[in-house]
């Protein structure tokens, strides 16, 4: 039986890093998600899967925060700021995906969160924006 998974080494992080983010598809999520006011009608598969695609998304712009604050020095307070919404992304993030409007919501607002950070993170140092190892 053969696989159809490829499996990618990558120590280092460099696929994270050389790959740019679909920022705008990131937004349009985000923005569908938290605009449902109740039940979307969706079946609970189709929420995990949009859940699982926002905890991925949020991964991916954690890592690129935390490369972003490693270009600042270590007692910089958007330094600091940064740690604690990674700390707060990483909990977030320890639980499992679940089929609801809850779950998706939770993880649309953390990516918004994330973006936010990264954003103000290259406002204080430009160079963050642009992060790669």
Not at 28 to 38: D, E, F, P, Q
Not at 63 to 76: I, M, N, S
Request: charged share 25%.
């Amino acid at each position: 039986m053969s696989s159809t998974h490829l499996v990618l080494h990558d120590p280092e992080g460099r696929l994270d890093a050389e790959l740019p983010l679909d920022r705008e598809l990131h937004k349009a999520l985000v923005k569908a998600v938290l605009g449902w006011t109740g039940n979307p009608g969706l079946p609970p598969a189709d929420l995990h899967q949009i859940a699982l695609l926002l905890a991925g998304a949020a991964r991916a712009v954690a890592a690129d925060v935390r490369r972003a604050a490693d270009l600042l020095p270590e007692d910089h307070a958007a330094r600091a700021l940064a740690d604690v919404v990674l700390e707060e992304a990483d909990r977030r993030l320890s639980g499992p995906a679940e089929g609801t409007v809850r779950c998706a919501q939770g993880r649309a607002r953390l990516v918004r969160a994330l973006y936010e950070r990264l954003d103000r993170l290259a406002s204080v140092a430009p160079q963050a924006a642009t992060a790669a190892p």
